[in-house]
Every structure is written in structure tokens, then in C-alpha cells.
């Protein structure tokens, strides 16, 4: 049974106010104050051990702890998760809750002060120090008393005002803003344990898939360069024949024009992920790359019906990279808005040049790629749901490959679409000198 009434020789809680007080130090608290939370921002476990090393020093007492209560193995009781001082010793003991002052506290969730309290509490004897003076307040987790925080006076004659008590509630509510504030940033290391879990596991599958990419197009340049052999002589072999015969030979080679296209797309990935490609830096006319890559483009255009409008300046624009990957940029560009574009669709090639950069604009009347997906549109194997989609749309790596190419000049690339159905614009910003 909780000893709730305890002889006024004993509590002498209501003597706190009539005590002559001592004035405020205000500066030393504040400087505990900090203390406290440079402890909450580096340490937060360590936040309870200053806490009571703080409220010993600013109230002069001889020790000072925290008390918890807590259920263990069927027995309510309340373990001293902080010490200082004399009692420094007995930090993470136990006293059966209902033989505790720390239960009065926390049932009346009021302060108290004992004088001798081991004549009410006899366990204190147990601890071989004389205690003239106990003054606990109660701190809330929760908004519920959850434990006590307590400063003692050993030496005879010496004892706690009102403005100690101050001092002690004071840093009792930093306290349980404090613990909760450790709560939480538990919860988020537990949080950022299972993210960084889960991120190990991502980037693991990343590794595993990169490495399934780099052997996939291995192991199908071989079996292509035997069909392309094979194609080639059987081109040869029919140069005379008549257009019937001819036509299944032309769409076997451009069916393979794009296997091999997709194939080198997938290597020069593998090789970006691995971090194993390099750029061929040299001076560069852009009109060159506009030619080579009108010319791979072509027979796409011509097939779709698309009207292409160029507009360039006619002066030699002149910059420095590598000259295959910026015609392969400027391809994919190309090739997505022919494969996106219903028939008949028009598309523009803009080229604008300033001082320090060039600017290269592919326009498109085609299906629009919806808001929601715009931030992704350079990821790997992202391609747009749509119904209209071309059928043979590729893998979807063709603008994830733009992407690591322009980025690899210290260029930038964005993408713009007013929704389904209007079309789309990809800009690419280059350096005309590089670094």
C-alpha cells in the first residue's frame, strides 16, 4: 500500500513557499537549458544523464536522478535510468513501485518534499548515505505522469526552497519534451534501419538487372552479326531481282538496323552503370551531327509521312564533345517523336546558339506524355500507358540514354508536354566548351 498520508514531519512539501528563497539565476539556467539540447541534438540517449547533472548543479543538491516506472516480469516498479552524484552508483536500480515516494509523485501528479524520508520509506537506509531532503517533481509522457525527476540533500541542515522547486519543474518539462523527442527520433532511426534495408535491397536488384543488361546485349551481338552476314549475302545475291523479291529483304535489314540499335542502346547503359564509358572530346560542327542524324532518321520519316521543319543558324556552329554520342542524342530525339507521331504528324528541329551554350528543341504533334509522368520520362524503361502507343515503342531506353549522354557534355535536358494527345518538346541545353 502506497503511503499517500505521511506525518508532516515528513512531508513538508507546503514549507517550499515560506522557505526565504534565493534569487533567480537565470543565466545558469539558461546555460543548463542549452546543455540540455546540444545533448537532445548530438546524444539523445544521453539526454537523461545530463538532465539530472543539470538539475544537481543548478540546485546545488548532493545527488539527483530520474526515476521511470515501468512493469517487469509481472512487478510494477520504477528502475533510475539517471544518476549523479553520490548516488551515481545505484543508476538503472529498481524499488518496487508501491513502496516508492516516486508512486505518491506520480498518483498525486503533484511535487513533494520529504525531510528524513527514510522513516517513511525505509529502503533509503539501504543506501548508506544520510538524506536530509527529497524533493521529486513528476514529468508526463503523453500527457500522463509517466516518472519522477528528484534532487537530494545529504548534509544536515540543508535544504531546497521555492526556487529550487522552479528550477526542477523547469527542466522536468524540458524533460518530457526531451523523452518524446527521443521517442520520435527512434521511431525515425527504426524508419531510416528499414528504408536503408530496403535501398541495400534496391540497389542489390539495380546491380543484379545491370548485370543481366550487360550480358543480355553481349549475348545477342553474336547471334545478330551471324544474321546480318547472313542478310548481307542474301542481299547480294538477289541485287537484280525485282522489287517482290527485294521488298522482305529491305525489312529484314531495317528490322535488324534496330535490333542493333537497341543492342548498342543496352551496352552503352551497361557501360554508363558500371562507369566505364568515356568521351572522345574533340571540336565539333553541329551541322554535321543535324546531317548524320537527318540521314539515319529518314526512312522513318518518309514511311510515317511526317512533315520534319528544320530551323538552324547558317553560320558553322561550332563546340567541343563527343561527336557519335551527340548524333545518337540528337537520333533518339528524333526517332522518339517519328514513333510517337501519328502519321502525317509534323515535327520541328529548332537549333538556337548563345555565347557560352547551344540549344537543341525536338517538337512533336504527337501522343503527349500525361503531367503525372513527366518527372520520370528519363528513367530507364519508362514508356508512356497509353492505348495509342506504337506498338513496337522499344524498350524504353532510348530518352534514359539521352539523358546520361547529355549529362556526361555538363549539358541539361527537360521535357515539356501539354498533356495526352499534344504533343511533346525536348530541349537540350550543351556547352559549347567543356571543362
Known sequence: MIKQNMSDSADITAQLHSRTGRAPDYKSENDGLSRLADTLAVRPDHIAQELAEVAMRLTGADSAGISLAETSHGQHQFR???????????????????ISPCAVVVERDAPLLLRHPDTVFHYIRQLQLPVEELLLVPFHHDGQPAGTVWVVNHAAGKIFDAEDLRVVLS??????????????????????????????????????????????????????????GATELLSLLNKDADARHRRPIERIERQL??????????????????????????PLVLQDIVTKALETCHVGLQEKHHHLAVHMP?????????GFKLTQVLINLLNNAVKYTPPAGNITLDVALAPARVTLKVCDSGIGIPAELLPR????????????????????????????FVGLHQGSISARSDGAGKGSCFTVELPRHTN
Not at 543484379?208 to 543488361?213: E, G, I, M, N, S
Not at 528519363?378 to 540514354?401: E, K, T
Open 80 to 98: 533510475w535510468v539517471a544518476t549523479a552524484g553520490a548516488l551515481e552508483r545505484y543508476l538503472n536500480g529498481t524499488i518496487p513501485y508501491d
Open 171 to 228: 527542466l522536468t518539462r524540458f524533460a518530457a519534451i526531451a523523452t518524446q523527442a527521443v521517442g520520435t527520433m527512434n521511431g525515425l532511426r527504426a524508419e531510416n534501419r528499414q528504408q536503408e534495408a530496403a535501398l541495400a535491397t534496391s540497389r542489390e536488384e539495380d546491380r543484379r538487372k545491370d548485370h543481366f543488361l550487360a550480358t543480355l546485349s553481349h549475348e545477342i551481338r553474336n547471334p545478330l552479326s551471324a544474321i546480318a
Open 257 to 282: 538496323a534496330q535490333l542493333r540499335a537497341m543492342v548498342d542502346d543496352l551496352t552503352d547503359l551497361a557501360s554508363i552503370k558500371s562507369g566505364h564509358v568515356t568521351l572522345h572530346r574533340q
Open 314 to 322: 547558317p553560320e558553322p556552329i561550332r563546340l567541343e564533345g563527343d
Open 377 to 404: 520520362v528519363f528513367d530507364m524503361f519508362m514508356q508512356v500507358p497509353l492505348s495509342d502507343r506504337p506498338r513496337n515503342s522499344g524498350l524504353g531506353i532510348g530518352l534514359a540514354l539521352v539523358y546520361q
